[in-house]
């Protein structure tokens, strides 16, 4: 196996950028994913994850019926095309620290996902344990300027010593 042609999910679920919060998350919850490819048609704009939805969605009031994915989604997408290299495709992943790349032609059409499972289950053990190791790094979260809803972790208020 040499192309991610080959080992890339497809038949993907993609939503509109016109669709609600809602609708993502019904869709999310059913098919039991955390993220869903936003496109125009066949033509990628941008995915919108689980975290999307709540950080750039709940935590900010938007209302699930009436904000909009465009609203939420992560427009600056890594993706790649269907003839590259799986091996390619998987130090991409491991760049960007993310499990899911979406996949398309070189008309820039949507025509799959390679996700780290694709990799672990349709490759070398090798390869697979290389890119889950390098993607599942740690991150060093930014804590500066967290609100008290971070708790005593974030700086906020210690429960314990309110009245």
């Keep these: 196996m040499n192309q991610v042609s080959e080992v890339m ?3 993907v679920r993609t939503l ?3 669709d609600n919060l809602r609708l993502a998350a019904q869709a999310m919850e ?3 994913i955390g993220s869903v490819p936003v496109c125009d048609g066949q033509r990628l704009l941008g995915m919108v994850t689980d975290r999307d939805l709540v950080v750039r ?25 269907e003839d590259q290299s799986i091996e390619e495709a998987a130090q991409m992943m491991c760049d960007a620290q993310i499990r899911r790349l ?11 996902l390679l996700s780290l499972g694709d990799v672990a ?9 290389r890119a889950l190791q390098d993607i599942s790094q740690p991150a060093q ?13 974030g700086g906020g208020a210690d429960r314990s010593t309110r009245r």
Aim: proline share 9%.
């Design 121 to 129: 289950v349709k490759t070398s053990p090798e390869e697979a344990a």
């Design 141 to 153: 979260p930014d804590r500066a300027g967290l609100s008290q809803a971070s708790g005593a972790a």
């Design 30 to 32: 059913e098919m039991a």
């Design 16 to 18: 509109s950028p016109g």
């Design 57 to 81: 969605g709940v935590a900010q009031g938007l209302a699930p019926e009436r904000a909009t994915l465009r609203e939420v989604m992560s427009p600056e997408v890594k993706w790649c095309y």
């Design 102 to 112: 979406p996949v398309v032609d070189h008309d820039k059409r949507l025509v799959g």
């Design 9 to 11: 999910t497809r038949g």
